[in-house]
C-alpha cells in the first residue's frame, strides 16, 4: 500500500481503532498549486484469503490478540512470540471471542492467549508472527514488535497487579469466556462443543484449594444472540469473602468433571481500592524556563500547520475577533506555526487575518511537531495558552468567550473543547468518495463564516456516545490552560518523536488534567471541527490507521510505562450554552452535497452508539401514540403489533416448532398470521388454540377457537384441556387489548407455556407522558412477574428491529420442573427405543 502521511501534523481520531481492510492507496492531488494528499480513490477489496493478526496486549505475563489465516476452512494458526532469538511462548489461535465472531473472522474462534516464560524484560520489543500450517512463511500481526513498558517489573514482583478480563474459557470439550471477577462478582459462561445439554460444572482455585463449585446454567440474552446453544450457559454468583482482602491471589478455574483447566494459564485478581495500588515511576518531561514577558496579554493561540493552505484559511478565520463573539476587549495573540510546509505559509498572508497574528517558523523540523510547539509556547505572551496541534481543526464562535468566563470564576481552570468531524465520520466517509471538494459544498451550504454555529448541521461528534456533551475526554484539539501550568508540566513531551507526535497531545491532556488543582472544565455547545485534510490516522484506511495507532499505544507504553487511560466524565465540570439545535445530538439533520453509496467497505454501525435506548423508546412511543400498529394488516385484516413483531413471531415459532399455539385476545390478523407461518414452516403436527370474546373466522382447520373472556383465570384451564398432551407449547398474549391484566394472570398463562419456549406479551409498548398517563405499567408489571416467577426472563433478543410494540414483552421459560443443571439429554434420546416403537405403531 502506498501512504502519504501528514508529516509533522497532530495525529487525529484516536477513538475505537477498528481492523478492517480499506483502500489500495492514498494519492496527491493540486489545491491552489499546492501538493495536498487526498483520498478519492474508489475502495478495492483485497482478497478474502490474507492472513489477518492483530496483538490486543500483554496483561502480565499473558499476551493477547487474534490471527487467522482469512479463511474460514483453515486451520487454526500457530502464533510465536520472540525476544531476538529466544522464544518466549507459542499456541494455537483457537479460542473464542464475541467480537471475533461478530466480525465473521472464523467464527470467532481465532484468539490467542500466550503465557511467556521467562517473562519479558522491560523495553522488550516483542517479535508476534503466525504460521500457517504447511507453510514455512512467518507473518508478522499488526502491532509486532510489540513494545513492554519500561517500568514493568518482573512476574514475581508484581504482587498487586491483576491480569485484565476478560479471559477465554478453551478446552478440547467446552469454549466461554471467563468476564469477571470482583470487586464482588464472579461472572462468565461456560459451554460444551459437543451438544452436550449437560451443563458444565466448574471450580475456582488458589493452588489446590478449592474455593468455589457452580454449574454454568444460567440464561443470558447476550449468549442466546450468539447463538451459542440456547443461552442457558451462563454463571455469576458472589465472590468469598477470602478473596476480597486487598492482596493478590492466583486463581484458576478448573473443569470438575476431569479436573483439568479451562483457562490458558492461572489469572491473577487483586480486589483492592484506588488507594491501595502502587504508583508507578514514569519519566516526565522537564519544566519550561521562560522569559520575562515586559507586556503580558490574556490569552496566547498556537496552532500548527503541516502543507494544509486550504484548511488553514478557515482554522485562522475561526480565531479572528471577526469570527469569535464578545472577544473585543479580549487581549490576545495567535503564533501560526509553520512547520516545513512546501511551498511555506506567507507571513503577511497569516497577518491579514487580523494585527493579533504573526508567523512562526522553528529554528528545528522534526517528524513530531512536539518541538516546534513548545518553541511556539515559549515565545507565547499570554497568562494562558489555547494550543492546537492539529491545524485543521475550525472553531465555534463562543469557544473564548466561554473559556474567559471559566477563568474569572475559576483561575487556574483547565478547559477542553470536544471534537466533531465535517461531513460525518471522516475515518470510513473517505473509502465511499467523500472529498475536500464535498467538503467545500458544505461549507458554502450553511455560508460559512456568517454563523458559525452552523457547523453543528454539518458535523458529527468523535464521541461514540449518544451524549457526547457529557462523555469522558480522550483528547482535545484545543486545550486551553493556565501558561504557569503549561511550563510546570513541560509542555509537550519530545520524546513522541513520532510523525504527527502520535500520543502526545492525548498525553499533554492527561498530565494537565493530573496536575490541574480545580475541577476539568468541559465546554457544552462549543466545539472543534476537523477538516478533511490527510492526517496521520484521520483519513488513511482502516488497515493503516490500526497499525498507526496500535504504533502510537506502543510508544506510549514505552514513554510512560503504562497503556494510556482516558480522562472520565466524573473529573469534569461542565459549563457553557446549546446555540444550535444540530448540537444536541448524534442524530443531524446533515447538508450533504451528494448521496454516498452504501458499499462492502462501510464500517459496520454499532446500535448502541447511533441509537440509544432514548431514542428507541421515543420511536416506539410515536409509533404507538399515533395508532400506526393499527395500520399493520395480514390479508386484510388488523394485526395490532409493528411489523418487527411479526418478524420476531415468526423467528420464534421457526426456532422452538411448538406443537401447540396459544393465541390470547388477538387482533384476527395476527391469527391468520400465526396460522399462516405454522404452514410456511412445514409444522404439520402444530395446533393453534384462538382465545378471546370476539367473533373472528377461524384460518384454517388447525385452528380451535375459544370464546371465553382473557382476562379470567378459569379460561386458562379451559385452554389447558384443549392443548392436551402438547409437549412444546408457546404463548402470545395480547395484554393491550384485555381489560385487566395482573401479574396473576401472567402466571396463569405462563403455566401453559414449556421449558425453553416463550410467553409473549404484546403490546408493551408506552407511551408518550404529554400525551396522556396510562394507569397501565407493562414493564412493572413483567418484571414483578419476572420476580416471583424465576423461570421466566426478558429475551431482549427478539426485539432488535427498532420499533416495536412489545418491548420486553418476549419472556423465554429458562427454568422448570428439572432446570438445566439437572437435565439428562439421554431422556429425550428415542434411538435405542425406535424400533420396538415402529413394531407396536403397526
Given at each position: 500500500m502506498r501512504m502519504r502521511i501528514a508529516h509533522p501534523v497532530g495525529n487525529r481520531d484516536l477513538y475505537g481503532s477498528i481492523l478492517f481492510r480499506g483502500i489500495d492507496?492514498?494519492?496527491?492531488?493540486?489545491?491552489?498549486?499546492?501538493?495536498?494528499?487526498?483520498?478519492?480513490?474508489?475502495?478495492?477489496?483485497?482478497p478474502s484469503n490474507l492472513p489477518e493478526g492483530v496483538v490486543d496486549g500483554l496483561n502480565g505475563h499473558i499476551l493477547r490478540g487474534w490471527a487467522w489465516a482469512g479463511d474460514e476452512a483453515s486451520p487454526p494458526v500457530r502464533v510465536e512470540v520472540r525476544d531476538g532469538d529466544t522464544l518466549l511462548g507459542q499456541g494455537d489461535a483457537t479460542h473464542f471471542r464475541a467480537d471475533l465472531a461478530a466480525a465473521g473472522k472464523r467464527g470467532g474462534h481465532c484468539a490467542f492467549f500466550i503465557a511467556l516464560d521467562p517473562p519479558p524484560p522491560s523495553g522488550s520489543a516483542l517479535a508476534v508472527t503466525m504460521a500457517i500450517a504447511g507453510s514455512d512463511t512467518r507473518y508478522p500481526l499488526s502491532g509486532s514488535p510489540f513494545n513492554v513498558a519500561r517500568t514493568m517489573p518482573p512476574r514475581e514482583a508484581v504482587p498487586a497487579s491483576a491480569d485484565i478480563l476478560p479471559i477465554p474459557i478453551s478446552s478440547p470439550q467446552l469454549h466461554g469466556s471467563l468476564d469477571q471477577c470482583g470487586p464482588h462478582l464472579l461472572r462468565g459462561w461456560a459451554r460444551w462443543l459437543d451438544g452436550n445439554q449437560q451443563s458444565p460444572i466448574l471450580a475456582l482455585y488458589e493452588g489446590d484449594t478449592e474455593i468455589l463449585r457452580f454449574a454454568a446454567n444460567q440464561w443470558r440474552a447476550d449468549i442466546a444472540e450468539l447463538h451459542q446453544g440456547d443461552g442457558c450457559s451462563g454463571f455469576e454468583l458472589p465472590l468469598p469473602e477470602s478473596l476480597r482482602d486487598g492482596q493478590t491471589h492466583r486463581l484458576d478455574l478448573r473443569l470438575v468433571e476431569t479436573g483439568g483447566p479451562v483457562l490458558p494459564a492461572p489469572f491473577r485478581a487483586h480486589i483492592a481500592s484506588r488507594a491501595d495500588r502502587p504508583a508507578q515511576s514514569t519519566r516526565l518531561p522537564a519544566t519550561l524556563t521562560r522569559a520575562a514577558v515586559p507586556a503580558p496579554l490574556t490569552l496566547s493561540i498556537i496552532v500548527n500547520f503541516y502543507n494544509m493552505s486550504r484548511e488553514a484559511k478557515r482554522t485562522l478565520a475561526s480565531l479572528s475577533r471577526d469570527y469569535q463573539l464578545d472577544c473585543t476587549d479580549l487581549d490576545y495573540e495567535v503564533l501560526c506555526i509553520d512547520n516545513g510546509s512546501s511551498p511555506p505559509l506567507d507571513a503577511d498572508w497569516v497577518m491579514g487575518f487580523g494585527p493579533e497574528f504573526r508567523l512562526v517558523r522553528p529554528s528545528r523540523h522534526h517528524p513530531s511537531p512536539c518541538g516546534a510547539l513548545n518553541e511556539a509556547a515559549l515565545m507565547a505572551c499570554g497568562r494562558y495558552l489555547a494550543v492546537m496541534i492539529d491545524g485543521a481543526h475550525v472553531l465555534s464562535p463562543g469557544a473564548f468567550r466561554e473559556a474567559l468566563a471559566a477563568w474569572r470564576e475559576r483561575p487556574e481552570a483547565v478547559i477542553a473543547l470536544r471534537q466533531w468531524f465535517i461531513g460525518g465520520d471522516q475515518r470510513w466517509l473517505t473509502l465511499v468518495g467523500y472529498t475536500r471538494e464535498m467538503e467545500d459544498k458544505l461549507f458554502d451550504r450553511i455560508r460559512w463564516p456568517l454563523n458559525?454555529?452552523?457547523?453543528?448541521?454539518?458535523?458529527?461528534?468523535?464521541?461514540?456516545?449518544?451524549?457526547?456533551?457529557?462523555?469522558?475526554?480522550?483528547?482535545?484539539?484545543?486545550?486551553?490552560?493556565?501558561?504557569?501550568?503549561?511550563?510546570?508540566?513541560?509542555?509537550?513531551?519530545?520524546?513522541?518523536?513520532?510523525?504527527?507526535?502520535?500520543?502526545?497531545?492525548?498525553?499533554?491532556?492527561?498530565?494537565?488534567?493530573?496536575?490541574?488543582?480545580?475541577?476539568?472544565?468541559?465546554?457544552?455547545?462549543?466545539?472543534?471541527?476537523?477538516?478533511?485534510?490527510?492526517?496521520?490516522?484521520?483519513?488513511?484506511?482502516?488497515?493503516?490507521?490500526?497499525?498507526?495507532?496500535?504504533?502510537?499505544?506502543?510508544?506510549?507504553?514505552?514513554?510512560?510505562?503504562?497503556?494510556?487511560?482516558?480522562?472520565e466524565r466524573d473529573r469534569l465540570s461542565f459549563r457553557g450554552r446549546i446555540s444550535s439545535e444540530f448540537a444536541t445530538g448524534q442524530r443531524q439533520r446533515m447538508l450533504m452535497p451528494m448521496h454516498l453509496p452504501v458499499t462492502g467497505e462501510v464500517r459496520p454501525g454499532r446500535l448502541s452508539a447511533q441509537f440509544d435506548d432514548g431514542a428507541q423508546s421515543y420511536l416506539m412511543g410515536v409509533y404507538?401514540?399515533?395508532?400506526?400498529?393499527?395500520?399493520?394488516?395480514?390479508?386484510?385484516m388488523p394485526t395490532g403489533v409493528a411489523p418487527a413483531d411479526l418478524l420476531g413471531i415468526a423467528d420464534v415459532i421457526h426456532d422452538i416448532r411448538p406443537d401447540a399455539i396459544v393465541v390470547v385476545a388477538a387482533q384476527p390478523g395476527l391469527g391468520f398470521f400465526v396460522d399462516n407461518t405454522v404452514q410456511a414452516a412445514g409444522l404439520t403436527g402444530t395446533r393453534v388454540l384462538s382465545v378471546g370474546t370476539a367473533a373472528a373466522p377461524a384460518p384454517s382447520g388447525r385452528v380451535t377457537r375459544l370464546s371465553l373472556p382473557p382476562d379470567d383465570v378459569a379460561t386458562v384451564a379451559a385452554a389447558r384441556d384443549q392443548v392436551g398432551g402438547a409437549e412444546t407449547v408457546l404463548v402470545l398474549l395480547a395484554i393491550d387489548a384485555m381489560p385487566t391484566v395482573s401479574t396473576e394472570l401472567l402466571k396463569a398463562w405462563g403455566s401453559l407455556v414449556s421449558h425453553r419456549s416463550y410467553?409473549?406479551?404484546?403490546?408493551?409498548?408506552?407511551?408518550?407522558?404529554?400525551?396522556?398517563?396510562?394507569?397501565?405499567?407493562?414493564?412493572?408489571?413483567?418484571?414483578?412477574?419476572?420476580?416471583?416467577?424465576?423461570?421466566?426472563?426478558?429475551?431482549?433478543?427478539?426485539?432488535?428491529?427498532?420499533?416495536?410494540?412489545?418491548?420486553?414483552?418476549?419472556?423465554?421459560?429458562?427454568?422448570?420442573?428439572?432446570?438445566?443443571?439437572?437435565?439428562?439429554?439421554?431422556?429425550?434420546?428415542?434411538?435405542?427405543?425406535?424400533?420396538?416403537?415402529t413394531e407396536n405403531l403397526q
Open positions: 492507496a492514498i494519492r496527491g492531488s493540486h489545491a491552489n498549486g499546492m501538493p495536498l494528499p487526498t483520498m478519492n480513490k474508489p475502495a478495492k477489496t483485497p458559525g454555529y452552523d457547523l453543528f448541521r454539518i458535523g458529527q461528534p468523535m464521541s461514540d456516545n449518544p451524549e457526547h456533551w457529557f462523555d469522558g475526554i480522550t483528547e482535545t484539539n484545543c486545550l486551553m490552560l493556565p501558561t504557569a501550568l503549561y511550563d510546570r508540566i513541560g509542555g509537550f513531551d519530545e520524546a513522541f518523536d513520532q510523525p504527527g507526535g502520535g500520543f502526545a497531545n492525548l498525553d499533554l491532556w492527561r498530565r494537565a488534567s493530573q496536575d490541574a488543582s480545580t475541577p476539568l472544565v468541559a465546554l457544552i455547545g462549543e466545539a472543534s471541527f476537523h477538516q478533511f485534510h490527510g492526517g496521520t490516522t484521520t483519513n488513511v484506511d482502516d488497515l493503516g490507521k490500526d497499525k498507526l495507532v496500535r504504533a502510537y499505544a506502543s510508544d506510549y507504553r514505552r514513554v510512560r510505562g503504562e497503556d494510556f487511560v482516558r480522562i404507538a401514540e399515533c395508532n400506526l400498529r393499527n395500520q399493520v394488516q395480514w390479508l386484510g410467553l409473549v406479551c404484546l403490546g408493551t409498548v408506552f407511551g408518550q407522558p404529554w400525551l396522556g398517563y396510562s394507569t397501565r405499567q407493562p414493564l412493572r408489571m413483567i418484571r414483578d412477574f419476572i420476580a416471583d416467577t424465576p423461570a421466566f426472563v426478558i429475551d431482549r433478543s427478539r426485539t432488535r428491529q427498532l420499533i416495536s410494540t412489545s418491548p420486553y414483552g418476549y419472556l423465554r421459560k429458562v427454568g422448570g420442573s428439572v432446570d438445566d443443571a439437572h437435565y439428562d439429554v439421554s431422556l429425550d434420546d428415542l434411538a435405542p427405543y425406535l424400533p420396538a416403537l
